[in-house]
């Protein structure tokens, strides 16, 4: 029955008695596509009115040039103005969910015209389109294809599809991943960035920047810039190369990922993030990897909740540096053994070193609930004093050998709300070469001992029978009676590696839950502003 027709019926809820401009308006605020299908559910009505008008544009996903897509959304800006999301990936990206388009009102003779997909009808196209998503929050940009391939075959479409995207109003998060801003001029010949539109944006909450560009010293200035001009970012993705990140304050800061792109032989790299981690107690979220081991204060970084970057950084959190104190004479520089010393040469006693001068103890315990350290094992993770063992909740260990098998159980004992871990598949044997899988007893004794895992990745389970489907099927059953609560497995492929978009589900139905049963999933999107491992849910 057409959407007239239905809205004729003299029963009717108030809210649909409204006149459709009214209706239109109100829909176009929900943001959320779950709260739009729940909608639709309610009647043939209520489907009539959402679906596909509004169902079908809140979230853009594209993997492919897509010249229909670009002018169905230039041709209709009714259904464009209420888009949220635009991400735009290269093609065949296996790190990103499938495409996401609007296919049901897509016009067959005028959005699938051959001249739209002339490049310069295509990129007129996407601006057009880009200009009319006034409700536009997210704008991620990736082309991080092999070779030296930009985003657009000219810089002047990139100028324009930025262009684009600077002016919409409601904008507050963007990635861009790629060969970008390779021909903007340096700071030093365009001192205001007027050339680029990119060093425009302004009143950002979330920023990603990955690229040569934005290594280079000359765009130093530029990139600062949009820091300044985004004093409420909240997330922040750059390279590790930009080291005037010291000189920008940024009160809300809560998530932060600084990875090393190109290679620097600057020096103070590690010094110029410390201080920036100093000046920025809210975060609460760190990816990063310093080069050496830095020098850190011990109460760096007090509201910490998940941390990935290497051992020996947890370590300088738990631990301070043995420093030479004051009057004391430097051990470290003592003549060389080879050197004859006087029976008469008064030997310096080794002084005392008090609790108070060099506590072993860290001043704070950060409330940490998501660890992946590289180089992580079980007994180096007992060793840190720096988290609340009672706080971490998903962990994930690199290495363990031999005779770490009973850490790995002292760390389920001591570390007792643990809901998410990966662990290795092989360890490393006291007397051997060659790392060895672990067995499958020895999974169904370690597994069981964390008494609320929920999730556990990792092919070990796999490894251990040899992607056998049916030992497979015998150790899940097995270990969804030791551990009740748990719910999700990694799947191994057909080429015996871990399938990154699909997992095991496992489900607990009946009274008691005595029903079980499990199989195998797509996994959730990963969030494009979220540093922690699409593992993790």
């Known amino acids: ?193 007027s050339t680029y539109p990119l060093w425009k944006l302004s009143n950002l909450t979330s920023l990603s920047l990955h690229g040569e560009a934005f290594t280079k010293v000359g765009n130093a200035k530029h990139v600062g810039r949009l820091l300044s001009n985004s004093p409420n970012l909240e997330y922040l993705k750059l390279p590790m190369e930009f080291t005037e990140i010291q000189n920008y304050n940024l009160p809300r800061l809560k998530k932060l990922s600084v990875k090393m792109q190109y290679g620097s032989t600057n020096t103070n790299l590690d010094d110029s993030h410390v201080r920036f981690l100093e000046n920025h107690p809210s975060i609460e979220d760190l990816d990063w990897t310093p080069i050496r081991n830095p020098k850190t204060p011990m109460d760096l970084l007090p509201n910490l909740r998940s941390l990935r970057s290497s051992t020996q950084f947890a370590m300088s959190l738990s631990y301070p540096p043995l420093e030479v104190l004051p009057g004391t004479p430097a051990y470290g520089l003592m003549t060389p053994p080879s050197t004859p010393v006087a029976n008469a040469t008064p030997v310096a006693a080794v002084p005392e070193v008090t609790e108070e001068q060099n506590p072993l103890q860290p001043q704070i315990q950060r409330s940490i609930e998501n660890l992946d350290l590289y180089g992580l094992t079980p007994q180096a993770l007992l060793d840190l004093k720096c988290i609340d063992r009672l706080a971490l909740r998903r962990l994930k260990i690199h290495s363990f050998g031999e005779g770490e098998f009973s850490a790995l159980n002292d760390v389920a004992k001591k570390f007792p709300n643990i809901e998410w871990i990966s662990l290795p598949s092989y360890y490393l044997p006291r007397h051997g070469p060659h790392p060895l899988p672990v067995s499958r007893e020895q999974w169904l004794d370690i597994l069981p001992r964390f008494t609320k895992l929920q999730v556990f990745r990792g092919p070990g389970l796999w490894y251990c029978v040899k992607s056998d489907k049916q030992s497979v099927h015998e150790i899940i059953m097995h270990l969804v009676q030791t551990n009740e609560h748990l719910r999700h497995l990694d799947r191994v492929g057909r080429h015996n590696e871990v399938d990154p978009s699909r997992q095991i589900v496992i489900s607990r139905e009946g009274e008691g839950g005595k029903d079980i049963n499990y199989r195998i999933e797509t996994m959730l999107p990963r969030k494009p502003f979220d540093i922690n491992d699409r593992h993790s849910s």
């Open 1 to 193: 029955m057409p959407w007239f027709a239905m809205k004729m019926e003299p029963v009717q809820p108030p809210l649909l008695r409204l006149p459709d401009e009214i209706l239109e308006e109100i829909f176009s605020e929900i943001e959320e596509h779950a709260d739009l299908v729940a909608f639709a559910l309610a009647s043939k009505l209520c489907h009539s009115i959402v679906a596909p008008h509004h169902t079908q544009y809140r979230i853009l996903r594209i993997r492919h040039s897509s010249p229909d897509i670009w002018a169905h959304l230039a041709r209709r800006s009714d259904l464009a103005r209420n888009l949220r999301e635009v991400h735009v990936h290269e093609p065949n990206s296996v790190q990103v969910p499938p495409d996401r388009i609007p296919t049901t009102l897509i016009d067959k003779h005028l959005d699938k015209e051959l001249s739209n997909a002339d490049e310069t009808v295509r990129i007129r196209n996407m601006c057009k389109a880009l200009s009319h998503m006034q409700r536009l929050r997210v704008f991620v940009w990736s082309c991080l294809l092999p070779g030296a391939q930009r985003p657009t075959s000219h810089p002047t479409h990139e100028n324009a599809v930025l262009t684009a995207v600077v002016n919409l109003p409601t904008l507050d998060q963007v990635s861009l991943s790629g060969k970008f801003a390779l021909h903007a001029l340096e700071a030093t010949r365009d001192p205001r960035g």
